[in-house]
């Protein structure tokens, strides 16, 4: 944990020079399976879940997470890859939760509500989705849960920059008919008024 805790202060120092930085995806693996991002609370702008027997990955080149919050629920978006750390291939995926939530989200920061949240995905109210080279699946969860573990409220110098939201997800479900997996799904990211949409 000590070498997470040093390559934050190295990326704080960098943000002081450039903001564009805390933007990035930063992967630091596992220590069991290196094909997985560890579990970190920095804000690295990453996440990693295994599918079945390859891996759903935050990508460079797609922004990890988008949330919009409403009519009362929140929709929360991890878009990546599909394949290992080393090789991501061509597949693109998208995987949005939506739940309902008791308190309104108006802006950014009021994502920190969300700590210690735990999601039952199986529950009626919940919706989840799988966008997979264009085509939108849903998914109807055998068993599954999305948790927040930690939100936290960033500032740098004196300035609230984003919301870091850090977590565990996995689910089985049907896929045409036939049982799949997500498991070992965790998230790290640093969400701010780019990442992050409002609709009336």
């Given amino acids: 944990m000590k070498k997470y805790g040093l390559i934050a202060i190295i990326l704080l120092a960098l943000c002081s020079c450039t903001g564009d930085v805390m933007d990035e995806t930063i992967f630091i693996p596992d220590e069991k399976d290196s094909n997985l991002p560890a579990y970190t609370e920095w804000g690295y702008n990453s996440f990693g879940a295994k599918y079945e027997r390859t891996y ?31 090789y991501y291939g061509e597949d693109k995926m998208k995987l ?9 989200i108006m802006e950014y920061k009021d994502l920190t509500a969300l700590n210690n949240l735990e999601i039952n ?27 927040f573990k ?24 049907l896929h045409n008919g036939v049982p799949e997996q997500i498991s070992d799904g965790r ?12 609709a009336e």
């Fill in 56 to 86: 759903f990955l935050a990508s460079h080149d797609i922004v990890p997470c988008k949330i919009v919050y409403q009519d009362g629920i929140l929709h929360f978006s991890l878009s990546g890859r599909i394949g290992t750390r080393y």
């Fill in 96 to 104: 949005t939760f939506s739940f309902p939530i008791s308190y309104p």
């Fill in 121 to 147: 995905l199986t529950d009626a109210s919940c919706e989840v989705k799988i966008e997979r080279n264009g085509k939108v699946e849903l998914i109807h969860p055998r068993s599954g849960h999305l948790f």
């Fill in 150 to 173: 930690r939100t936290q409220l960033l500032r740098i110098d004196d300035k609230e920059n984003r919301v870091i939201l850090s977590g565990l997800f996995e689910m089985s479900f």
């Fill in 187 to 198: 998230f790290d990211l640093g969400v701010n008024k780019d990442f992050y949409g409002f």
